[in-house]
């Protein structure tokens, strides 16, 4: 088919749709419906790789953490809980034997404390007892302020560095950094704020607040508390050497016997890819069903519509028949119809979809946490995917009644009355 033709065929669609605005409308409804579920689905897919990839930014991609909890959280519920905890003394002793890695950090966490703050009092925040080099990792990058140095981690002083979400909700008495708030009853110095780093999956770091761990031992004592050590290993390339020495110093230090199970974890970035796997084979699924579904009915409606086109212009198409066109021509001209028709479903799906994700993503973080990641702007490819699709899926509602057209014998048309 050349150029001429298909500029023909393309004006006989437009001249068709427009004499029929309400039938074309309604049949490239199923097609509205499928391609929405498309691209909705690319743009969920689209946000969680976004989040993952947050969340990889945040963790740091050569950071292991060793703990007594399983983050992907594929192992036995029950069989974890009844590990042993990783005592302050085993943690230590960790950190001061690791030699393949950067730094080794002890972490210890209380939850659900408040702070006040002048007349104000904040509920619900995480206490974590770590080291001055915290602040070296990812997770420490400081905002505003600055991290506890190593005099004020050796003294335990009672300095603390406020999550994000603590330091927003007290800045409507003034910037904290550099006063007092209580915690526990103890007067603690604020000295700095940590970066905004709450994701879809991480939505807890930012309501957290950082304080040495010899103080965290003098507040909350060491007993009935697992601790558990981040690892920098120092480059992605390092990762599997830091591994294979943190798995067998922490072995030789539990005292586990050789064929013993381990009775720790090893987390790193992998559970977050785990998880986000399984929600894109969620969405897949759930997506992939009411797609196809939307698209069975809009192709059932469309082939209908383009079989009423066909018996209204078959004398029409024994007219073209008549004067020369070929079996081919008739073809192309109810493929390229309904093809159009379906590529009319598609604009409105994406115009349709451009306004709900923008209102989606800029209202519902405000009612629902850790929603963020979702992006107020369609990735343009998904325009090229849907443009697409709505082509081929217009291509296949066509064949049937386009063949139908091309086979007509154009004696018996030229007799059919419209």
């Not at 304080?211 to 004592?221: A, D, H, K, V």
Request: hydrophobic share 45%.
């Amino acid at each position: 088919m050349n150029l001429s033709e298909l500029t023909e065929n393309l004006k006989i669609a437009f001249d068709s749709m427009k004499s029929n605005k309400m039938r074309a409308l309604l049949a490239s409804l199923g097609v509205v419906i499928g391609i929405s579920f498309v691209i909705l689905m690319g743009w969920v897919l689209s946000g969680l790789d976004g989040a993952l990839e947050d969340t990889i930014n945040i963790i740091g991609q050569d950071m292991l953490y060793v703990d007594k909890w399983d983050w992907a959280g594929g192992r036995n519920w029950k069989k974890m809980r009844q590990r042993k905890n990783i005592t302050y003394q085993q943690a230590f002793e960790f950190c001061d034997k690791m030699k393949s890695a950067e730094l080794a950090i002890p972490n210890v966490r209380d939850f659900g404390d408040k702070i006040k703050y002048k007349n104000e009092e904040y509920q619900g925040i995480s206490i974590i007892g770590t080291r001055y080099e915290h602040s070296l990792t990812p997770a420490g990058a400081i905002l505003t302020g600055r991290h506890f140095s190593p005099f004020e981690d050796d003294i335990g002083a009672n300095v603390i560095v406020l999550g994000y979400t603590p330091y927003q909700a007290m800045l409507k008495a003034g910037n904290p950094v550099g006063k007092y708030i209580k915690l526990d009853g103890r007067r603690f110095l604020v000295i700095g704020v940590v970066k905004k780093q709450g994701t879809m999956l991480m939505d807890f770091v930012d309501n957290q607040c950082f304080i040495p761990i010899r103080t965290f031992e003098n507040l909350f004592g060491k007993s009935g508390r697992t601790v558990s050590i981040a690892i920098k290993a120092g480059g992605v390339d390092r990762l599997d050497e830091v591994r294979a020495e943190a798995e067998g110093l922490m072995r030789q230090i539990r005292n586990l016997k050789p064929g013993q199970e381990n009775d720790f974890s090893i987390n790193e970035t992998k559970a977050f890819e785990s998880t986000v796997a399984t929600l894109r084979l969620s969405v897949w699924g759930v997506g992939i069903g009411m797609t196809i579904l939307s698209f069975i009915v809009g192709i059932i409606g469309i082939m209908n519509i383009m079989f009423v086109s066909v018996t209204e212009r078959t004398k029409e198409i024994g007219i073209r028949k008549a004067v020369g066109a070929k079996k081919r021509t008739i073809w192309m001209q109810f493929i390229v119809e309904s093809a159009v028709l379906c590529l009319l479903g598609a604009v409105i799906a994406f115009i349709g979809c451009s306004v709900l994700v923008y209102l989606v993503a800029t209202f519902l973080p405000k009612f629902v946490p850790g929603t963020s990641f979702l992006s107020p702007v369609l990735p343009y490819e998904l325009l090229l995917i849907a443009s697409l699709v709505s082509i081929f899926v217009g291509m296949m509602a066509g064949l049937i009644p386009a063949v139908r057209a091309a086979n007509l014998d154009p004696v018996e048309a030229l007799r059919r009355e419209n």
